[in-house]
C-alpha cells in the first residue's frame, strides 16, 4: 500500500507591485479630473429684492426666456429688445450676444458699470435652453491681437420665473438703454 504525502505547505509571498503602479497612475489622473470639474462650476444669485438706493427702483438688466422668444430689459420691466425665434424653431443665440454687446457698449459710454444680468424664464422652458442662455450672457468671442478671446459681459448671473405676460403698448417697441 502506498502512503501518500502531502506536500509541505509553502509561504505564498504577497506581489503588490502591480497594485501600486495602478495607484501611482490612477490618483494623479483622478486628482486633475477634480480641478477640471471644480472650474466647470458656475456661481448664480438670487436676485436682488431692494434697490441700489433708498426710492429708486432698481435698474437691473433682465433677460426674459419666453416659449417664442426671448426679451432684453433695462432698467427691470422696460423692453430694449425682443428676439423671435429662428425659422428653424430655436432660439436666437447669436442675436441675443450681438444685442447684449450693444447694450454694454451704450451702458460703458453712459459710466454704467453693469456686471449683473437676471435671466427670468417660463417654467416651459428647457434646460439646455437655460444653459445656453447662460454661456450666451457670461461672455463673447473677441478678436484681441490677432487671437480669440472670450470678452465678458455680464458673469454676475441671477435666476428668476418669469413675469406673466403683458401685451401692453408699453412692450410694443423698443427702447435704448
Known amino acids: ?15 503588490i507591485t502591480a497594485f501600486m503602479n495602478l495607484m501611482i497612475v490612477l490618483v494623479p489622473i483622478l486628482l486633475l ?6 472650474i466647470t462650476v458656475i456661481d448664480v444669485t438670487l436676485p436682488e429684492a431692494a434697490g441700489e438706493s433708498e426710492g429708486e427702483p432698481p ?11 426671448m426679451r432684453v430689459d433695462y432698467p427691470s420691466g422696460v423692453m ?10 430655436e432660439y436666437d443665440f447669436d442675436l441675443l450676444s450681438l444685442v447684449l454687446q450693444e447694450v454694454k457698449r451704450q451702458m ?13 424664464s417660463e417654467p416651459a422652458v428647457d434646460y439646455q435652453t437655460i444653459v445656453s442662455a447662460m454661456d450666451t ?35 410694443a417697441g423698443e427702447v435704448a438703454p
Open 137 to 171: 450672457v457670461r461672455s463673447f468671442k473677441a478678436l484681441v491681437a490677432a487671437s480669440v478671446v472670450d470678452a465678458a459681459l455680464f458673469p454676475e448671473i441671477s435666476f428668476g420665473d418669469a413675469p406673466a405676460t403683458d401685451d401692453s403698448p408699453a412692450d
Open 33 to 38: 479630473g477634480m480641478v477640471f470639474a471644480r
Open 1 to 15: 500500500m502506498r502512503k501518500f504525502r502531502r506536500p509541505a505547505p509553502v509561504d505564498a509571498e504577497l506581489d
Open 80 to 89: 430694449l429688445r425682443r428676439i423671435p425665434m429662428t425659422e428653424d424653431g
Open 59 to 69: 435698474r437691473q438688466l433682465e433677460l426674459i426666456i419666453r416659449g417664442d422668444s
Open 108 to 120: 460703458a459710454e453712459q459710466g454704467i458699470e453693469q456686471r449683473r444680468l437676471t435671466i427670468l
